[in-house]
């Protein structure tokens, strides 16, 4: 097939799944608007997609790679093959499972797929380890009489394959309308305060609910304006621990020191009503500390103070190293003077 230059091509969006991935075709000069169902060339034949980008919304010259064509807009005969195709593409995967289990195969089974001739059969599956499955695929291909084809998935395409509900009660993010999975972390449970269970933060794929990373940033958004448990807080109150913080609703609950009651406020009307806000006690304590320890101006010492009348104190002073050593009465042993 020869390449169009990207200036002349007009680029379309087709989805050929209802959350999956968006895949570009050339639409050539058909005009096709957003959910419309058209027929598409791919590498295993012929398939029926649906128009989620219609071509004046995609810009032709940031897609440099060669694009297979959209053969035509889906007719009423290729939507009742399609149909078709569905029932007979089930029983190839029954079958399927059943061979897996006479080769005795460490593998599951969970999807399939084929292309509008049915001349292609597209088999998904999942494993723990490493499988052979070469003398699986000659089985399959020669009972169904078509090209066979094994790919693996993960546990999370397996949910998104078969389809399910969430625990919320409504059918699964993935399979509904998430086209990509988020990464997710043990570390998104605990900002949100919900409990480490297994059961309440893991989906039916085993892994850990992608609704965790939906309000992952407005939560730590909210959190940040709010202090943290355990600490110790000084209020115009006295003093009192951080016990609990509520994101959503921004309260804190403090238990006094004095009284060991615990009062739940909102972070707002803590500050409104105090008119200062709450401080970490260490803060304060240190300020009172450097406080005290601050060098104080003492009065100069009598000894240190300026001689005022410096004649008088000398005078003093020499009429006290004159009289040491001068006695008044007579010595010992020598009579007195006549």
């Not at 380890?129 to 000659?138: E, K, P």
């Amino acid at each position: 097939m020869t390449e169009e230059p990207a200036t002349s091509r007009r680029v379309t969006g087709i989805r050929f799944k209802g959350a999956g991935r968006v895949f570009y075709f050339d639409a050539k000069d058909f005009e096709l608007q957003i959910g419309q169902l058209v027929v598409v060339q791919t590498a295993h034949g012929s398939s029926v997609g649906r128009v989620v980008i219609a071509p004046e919304q995609v810009v032709a010259e940031e897609i440099s790679e060669p694009l297979e064509p959209v053969l035509r807009i889906a007719t009423p005969e290729d939507l009742e093959t399609e149909a078709s195709l569905r029932d007979a593409v089930h029983e190839d995967l029954k079958l399927a499972r059943k061979k897996v289990e006479e080769h005795g195969l460490d593998m599951h089974v969970v999807g399939a797929d084929s292309n509008l001739e049915g001349s292609h059969l597209t088999l998904y599956f999942t494993a723990q380890q490493r499988v052979d499955f070469r003398s699986l695929v000659r089985d399959v291909s020669s009972t169904v009489k078509k090209r066979v084809q094994l790919l693996q998935v993960g546990e999370r395409d397996r949910a998104k394959l078969a389809g399910d509900m969430g625990p919320c009660g409504y059918a699964l993010c993935c399979r509904s309308w998430l086209t990509a999975f988020p990464s997710i972390s043990i570390r998104m449970a605990k900002e949100q305060d919900v409990p480490l269970n297994p059961s309440k933060i893991s989906g039916v794929c085993g892994r850990l609910l992608c609704c965790l990373a939906f309000e992952h940033e407005q939560y730590r958004e909210l959190r940040g304006k709010l202090p943290k448990i355990g600490q110790m807080l000084s209020t115009p109150a006295g003093e009192a621990k951080l016990v609990a913080v509520h994101v959503l609703k921004q309260t804190v609950s403090l238990r006094m020191s004095d009284t060991l009651n615990v009062v739940e406020m909102p972070m707002e009307e803590l500050r409104n009503q105090y008119g200062t806000a709450v401080r970490p006690a260490e803060m304060v304590k240190q300020e009172m500390a450097s406080q005290e320890e601050a060098p104080v101006e003492r009065a100069p010492a009598a000894s240190q103070a300026p001689n005022e009348g410096g004649d008088g104190a000398q005078r003093r002073r020499r009429r006290r190293r004159g009289g040491r050593g001068r006695h008044h009465g007579p010595l010992q042993g020598q009579p007195p003077q006549a």
